[in-house]
């Protein structure tokens, strides 16, 4: 565990921890989830929204402990909520752009696919990589992922 969340891996020891919970309390958890009761049994689509710079929700900030792409941070990407639009940058603009034409085509059709976007991959029920789509203005913008392998699930084993 030392080596994996070290300190210096992620510049504090704070940040190391949020980081080790992140993956055991909701990334592994989540994605064993998709895998073992969803994917079995439908077509399953997943996503990790991964904007470290989104406005939040008006959770209190620290410079110490950045919220990055908290739970429920991408709720503004595709809802006015309170009536008040978010305020964002030009690539999160288009990020939500690109969230809202993913979500009209999966509600549209059952698939998340949208022509002039990446190509959104199925949850694998079975022992493949267990890919998502990432969500994110930053470098990469938006792909698929290995969720398994990014979050380090092969420490926090999910049945």
Same mark, same amino acid.
């Given at each position: 565990? !030392? !080596?994996?969340?070290?300190?210096? !891996?992620? &510049?504090?020891?704070?940040? !190391?921890?949020?980081?080790? +919970?992140?993956? @055991? ?9 998709? $895998?073992?009761?969803?994917?079995? %049994? ?29 739970h429920a941070t991408d709720l503004p990407y595709l ?9 964002? =940058?030009?690539?999160? +603009?288009?990020? #939500? ?9 999966? #509600?549209? =059709?059952?698939?998340?696919? %949208? $022509? +002039? ?7 694998? #029920? ?17 792909? @698929? ?6 979050? %380090? ?5 999910? &049945?």
């Open positions: 565990m !030392a !080596a994996v969340y070290s300190p210096s !891996a992620y &510049g504090t020891p704070a940040l !190391a921890w949020a980081a080790l +919970n992140t993956d @055991r309390v909701f990334a592994c958890p989540t994605l064993a989830s998709d $895998r073992q009761q969803l994917a079995r %049994h439908t077509a399953t689509y997943a996503y990790e929204f991964a904007d470290r710079q989104s406005p939040g929700l008006g959770y209190p900030q620290s410079p110490q402990l950045p919220l990055g792409a908290a809802f006015d909520l309170g009536g008040r639009p978010a305020s964002f =940058t030009a690539a999160q +603009n288009r990020l #939500a752009a690109h969230m809202i034409d993913y979500w009209t085509a999966f #509600a549209r =059709t059952g698939a998340p696919d %949208h $022509r +002039n976007l990446p190509h959104w991959p199925q949850v694998p #029920a079975r022992a493949t990589t267990p890919y998502v789509q990432r969500l994110d203005t930053g470098p990469g913008g938006i792909h @698929r992922v290995d969720d398994a392998a990014e979050h %380090h699930c092969r420490l926090w084993p999910q &049945g």
